[in-house]
């Protein structure tokens, strides 16, 4: 009996230490993961730092820089994609603001968990800069964000069409079909919140009721997107050639560096990788994300170490975007400051 009021005890005071630091442990154990994956990318295929240097001097700069002005344009194209969406919420903001902010974003993204954390900044800085509630404000980057998702289930479906229909001898075409699909009924119930009625049954459930009043704004603000068909399409088309530019950046990277796979074969894997990566296990998918682009291109036969470094090019290129974000984060407040004095 004492035995088992001591292990309760243990367990007790386990669970207290771990809900008192749960966000330094998560986060610890996140960057663990990300550096552990990473590590044993490196370790498995480069015997020492001789060989990485030999793969790094085989690269072709040209088509690295490239490669990197794509994410340039990325940036700028889901600023202009954010700028349209906000504009039906009656905010009118600079591309050079939101690019601003989107860059930012990039950078916390470096830092938090998932490759979502971004969204909180800029979310946090259009409501700062608008006085736009929160929640709208988190809705218009939640339709953005699914936008996106969509795009990417397009970009696989249409891998398909191309002949992309196994990995590793495993059939992939009902998980595509089943995820496309997926996409397109939430993007539409997102679109339209009051198809089920869900807000006349909330008002009869007490529960549901309390519920539904702290996330009016939020439903409101769905709702609100109806009425803008055209700029919804608009929005899907810039998704579009987003992903492309993401397919172009990856296809860059890979022939920099002497893989011969094919555009059409990143048409298959971008959208896949983009998907695992936002699942909340490492620091803003950081190994997740690399590990999984691996294990793609060494199924469609690249070599080994020409993924991993292909990976690593990738990874280096988020990090210098990130790197200037963090620029401009730290920046802002004294260009802001100066504006201020200007005025006074």
Not at 180 to 199: E, M, R, T, V
Not at 205 to 223: A, C, D, G, P, Q
């Amino acid at each position: 009996m004492k035995s088992t009021a001591g292990m309760k005890n243990i367990l007790k005071k386990v669970r207290d230490f771990y809900l008192r630091y749960k966000k330094i442990i998560n986060t610890t154990l996140r960057i663990a993961i990300s550096v552990g994956l990473i590590i044993y990318l490196i370790s498995s295929q480069f015997k020492d730092f001789k060989t990485i240097s030999v793969t790094l001097k085989e690269i072709d700069i040209t088509l690295a820089l490239l490669s990197f002005s794509t994410i340039v344009y990325g940036i700028w194209i889901t600023a202009y994609r954010w700028q349209t969406l906000l504009k039906t919420q009656g905010i009118r903001l600079s591309i050079l603001s939101l690019a601003s902010s989107t860059l930012i974003g990039v950078f916390f993204n470096n830092f938090l968990p998932t490759s979502i954390g971004g969204d909180v900044y800029r979310a946090y800085d259009v409501t700062k800069k608008t006085g736009l509630p929160m929640s709208s404000s988190v809705s218009v980057l939640v339709v953005e964000r699914l936008s996106g998702i969509i795009a990417s289930a397009m970009f696989a479906a249409a891998a398909l069409f191309l002949g992309f229909t196994a990995i590793g001898g495993k059939s992939i075409i009902v998980p595509i079909v089943i995820f496309l699909a997926l996409s397109i009924i939430i993007f539409f119930l997102i679109l339209n919140p009051n198809k089920f009625g869900l807000k006349k049954l909330a008002k009869k459930i007490k529960f549901l009721s309390k519920l539904f009043e702290k996330l009016k704004n939020v439903y409101n603000t769905f709702l609100s997107f109806k009425k803008y068909k055209l700029t919804i399409i608009k929005v899907l088309f810039y998704s579009l050639t987003l992903q492309l530019a993401v397919v172009i950046n990856y296809w860059l990277a890979s022939r920099a560096l002497g893989i011969s796979l094919d555009l059409t074969a990143f048409i298959f894997i971008v959208p896949v990788v983009s998907i695992i990566s936002m699942l909340p296990i490492s620091l803003g998918g950081i190994g997740v994300r690399e590990g999984s682009l691996v294990f793609l291109m060494v199924s469609l036969e690249t070599q080994n170490a020409k993924a991993v470094m292909c990976s690593l090019l990738l990874l280096a290129m988020s990090l210098i975007m990130g790197v200037i974000g963090g620029l401009v984060y730290a920046i802002r407040p004294l260009i802001a400051k100066k504006e201020k004095d200007r005025l006074v």
